[in-house]
């Protein structure tokens, strides 16, 4: 049997494309005040369509930063309320040189769709926005009752999100999260996110003399500050991969035998994955690929810099040496311990006569991880079951979707991805894609997801 809305969306591929495109062209690049009129731009697109779709309260959530977008259709008294969430701000397209189309004019070559944003959310976010559209223009009604937040922030860490969401913990109220950010592992495999690893980042300044001073004249009498960084920094793991900070691992509980033989029995090409990019395996003993990329923490330079880095040579011994640092978490590890650990590991680890300064970017996000038995969990692996044939395999991401852990803290409730973007989309980095096979696939799924929600009022069939 035929559904109206899906027979609807099928039947509007070309006009979903160019809404896509019209939205992809918008430069909401949250991280450099230059686009603030590309951020306003996105905001009026979304709030005009939304409104236009029949939402009600349509308004803006400012916390002093990029405003998020928020509109609500709360029509069945006795059905269950799902908020639905995407971000609208996208990452800088720089470097633009390396860019075969230009970023903010989107181009189909091959299938795909090249722009910044359009994987990441633009793509999954609007997939969503169409279905829900679609059923109010089909049918009058959605089956379930939605909230929609679209975040401004989200590429820039959700810097201000925890204040939009403690400001309105009554309005944004409801049974789950459906999440359109996020993506799936594999375009070959179906498959649905069920947990994330936190994260926190720091910054580490080292000086060791008043000024850059001459090589020739002071070096081997006075500490280089580019040398002490780096046997700081070399000193943070041992031989066996593990990192070396007293109190890291405190709280982490000892890998699920469960979750780690789940793991070993997905199809995974370790020696092509890492064939692809050019590199080989390194990391804890004891671990796989996947269980080091999903149940272990890490602890990350992102950056070293120090002394004279620009061409040609320059003899001095340097007085200062910065580091930019992350850590990944898994559950058990609190972001806030973690910084106190590391802390004393670096005060303690500093020489005497060298002066240091070590400082969180931030609150940090705990891990996340879905409760297996979520009844919105179990509806969406229906969906895409239903979509694509295949029953999806539960996966975990290496990377940090803060919005879940913000979002259990702040109201008290579960969040669950249902994005088809793809994880080598190349978000994030130049000729950013999406896959145009991913609109119908995706509006497929959410239908399906919807009236099954609607069906069984939020239990699982």
Not at 64 to 89: F, I, K, R
Not at 347 to 360: D, K, L, R
Request: glycine share 10%; net charge negative.
């Amino acid at each position: 049997m035929s559904d109206p809305v899906l027979d609807l969306l099928l039947g509007d591929g070309d006009g979903i494309l160019e809404r896509l495109i019209e939205y992809a062209r918008i430069p909401s690049v949250s991280t450099d005040p230059a686009y603030a009129d590309g951020m306003a731009a996105a905001r009026k697109l979304l709030t005009d369509r939304l409104e236009t779709a029949g939402f009600n309260n349509v308004q803006e959530f400012a916390a002093g930063g990029h405003p998020a977008v928020y509109g609500e259709w709360l029509g069945l008294a006795d059905a269950p309320t799902y908020l639905v969430y995407g971000h609208y701000d996208v990452q800088p397209p720089d470097p633009l040189d390396k860019w075969h189309s230009p970023p903010f004019d989107p181009q189909i070559r091959d299938g795909r769709l090249y722009g910044r944003g359009v994987s990441d959310d633009k793509g999954p976010a609007s997939i969503a926005l169409e279905v829900l559209f679609a059923f109010l223009a089909a049918e009058g009604s959605l089956p379930v009752n939605i909230k929609i937040l679209l975040e401004g922030e989200e590429e820039v860490g959700s810097a201000t999100l925890p204040a939009i969401l403690a400001s309105h913990v009554d309005l944004l109220g409801a049974d789950a999260v459906i999440s359109a950010d996020g993506a799936r592992w594999r375009a070959d495999l179906p498959s649905v996110n069920t947990g994330s690893r936190g994260s926190m980042a720091f910054e580490l300044a080292l000086r060791t003399a008043s000024k850059d001073l001459h090589s020739g004249r002071f070096g081997g009498a006075v500490p280089n500050a580019a040398h002490v960084l780096a046997d700081i920094v070399a000193g943070l793991h041992g031989p066996d991969g593990r990192v070396t900070v007293d109190g890291f691992y405190d709280g982490i509980a000892e890998p699920d035998e469960t979750a780690r033989s789940g793991i070993a029995d997905l199809p995974f090409d370790e020696t092509g994955f890492f064939s692809a990019l050019d590199s080989v395996p390194f990391g804890e003993q004891g671990f796989s690929t996947l269980e080091r990329l999903w149940l272990r923490p890490t602890l990350e330079i992102n950056g070293m810099w120090s002394g004279y880095t620009g061409k040609g040579g320059k003899t001095v011994t340097p007085a200062e040496a910065f580091a930019k640092i992350t850590t990944r978490l898994v559950p058990g590890q609190e972001p806030v311990h973690v910084a106190q650990v590391l802390q004393r590991h670096f005060e303690a680890t500093c020489p005497a006569g060298v002066s240091m300064q070590f400082a969180p970017r931030g609150d940090g996000n705990a891990a996340y991880l879905v409760p297996p038995d979520l009844p919105l969990l179990l509806a969406v692996e229906h969906a895409i079951e239903d979509t694509l044939g295949t029953r999806p395999v539960r996966v975990r991401v290496g990377s940090t979707l803060p919005l879940a852990d913000m979002i259990k803290r702040a109201l008290g409730i579960d969040t669950v991805t249902l994005s088809f973007s793809t994880a080598d989309e190349d978000f994030h980095s130049p000729n950013e894609f999406f896959r145009l096979s991913a609109i119908e696939q995706g509006v497929t799924a959410w239908v399906l997801l919807l009236r099954r929600l609607g069906r069984s009022n939020g239990q699982d069939e």
